[in-house]
């Protein structure tokens, strides 16, 4: 007999949303311009990740962070007002928009995105990629380290200012919330099958109950379960389980792959 294990009771389901959003500025200014160059798809990525939990009864924002990024080129200390001012600036905007208490949103940034580069050297074909990696490696000052590349490898330097620099300057924005739990049967069957990702392993396990072992919507629940914690021990055991009562064993030997060493998936 299958033995379907009971997930551990999530006592407050927090989750968290977040994305990067490229807001343009003209050069050396601070202010935003909603409808500069390409702004408002840009603005539009941050306040419907905010909408798509902000309108949802069932759901409290508990947190929102913002953190900013400039590129390398000018002086260092002019990229430090750079990447404050225009952070500070989207923090204003999206103050203005929601309304969220004063001292809410949390901001932080970064003058200069080197591991942002870097990481694009390194999955270039930059022809002097090695020396250029090691440059940005080296312990160099950051206004002598990016006037080091640009004086060496003029041509690599148009490729990174042209392709990349524009890349670096973005905004991170994170979003954590809280989702309030579902104890009915009825209630749970319907948030899954319109909005399964608000539901705990938990609740999946509620439902799953209240259905016959083996039936259509029983093992329905545990193949939506499965989608939505794809890596969690427990839920691939139970979908495991699912899958050897449909007879399809080689499915049931992927999820047993990753249910772990407890002696259920042993058996």
């Avoid at 080129?73 to 905007?93: F, I, M, Q, V, W």
């Avoid at 545990?222 to 691939?236: G, H, K, Q, S, T």
Wanted: with cysteine; glycine share 4%.
């Amino acid at each position: 007999k299958m033995k379907y294990l009971r997930p551990q009771v999530e006592v407050v389901k927090t989750r968290t949303l977040q994305g990067s959003a490229y807001i343009d500025f003209p050069v050396g200014r601070t202010e935003i311009h909603p409808n500069y160059h390409n702004n408002a798809y840009e603005l539009r990525k941050i306040t419907g990740t905010i909408d798509s939990v902000k309108n949802d009864s069932d759901i409290t924002i508990r947190a929102l962070s913002i953190k900013g990024f400039a590129s390398p080129e000018s002086p260092y200390e002019n990229n430090t007002r750079l990447a404050k001012g225009r952070t500070e600036a989207l923090k204003a905007y999206v103050e203005n928009m929601y309304h969220f208490g004063k001292g809410f949103i949390a901001t932080s940034y970064e003058p200069e995105n080197w591991e942002g580069l870097e990481a694009y050297v390194e999955a270039s074909n930059l022809p002097h990629k090695a020396e250029i990696l090691a440059a940005i490696r080296s312990k160099r000052e950051p206004d002598n380290k990016e006037w080091f590349i640009k004086k060496n490898w003029r041509d690599d330097y148009r490729i990174l200012l042209d392709n990349c620099y524009p890349m670096l300057r973005r905004s991170d924005y994170r979003i954590e919330y809280e989702i309030r739990s579902y104890t009915q049967p009825k209630e749970i069957e319907k948030v899954m099958f319109s909005a399964p990702q608000k539901l705990s392993l938990e609740e999946f396990y509620i439902l799953a109950e209240s259905y016959p072992l083996g039936s259509e919507l029983f093992n329905e629940v545990w193949e939506i379960a499965i989608r939505m914690y794809p890596n969690d021990a427990v839920a691939n055991l139970n979908a495991a389980n699912t899958a050897i009562l449909k007879g399809d064993y080689e499915r049931a030997e992927r999820y047993l792959e990753l249910a772990g060493d407890c002696a259920e998936a042993i058996y």
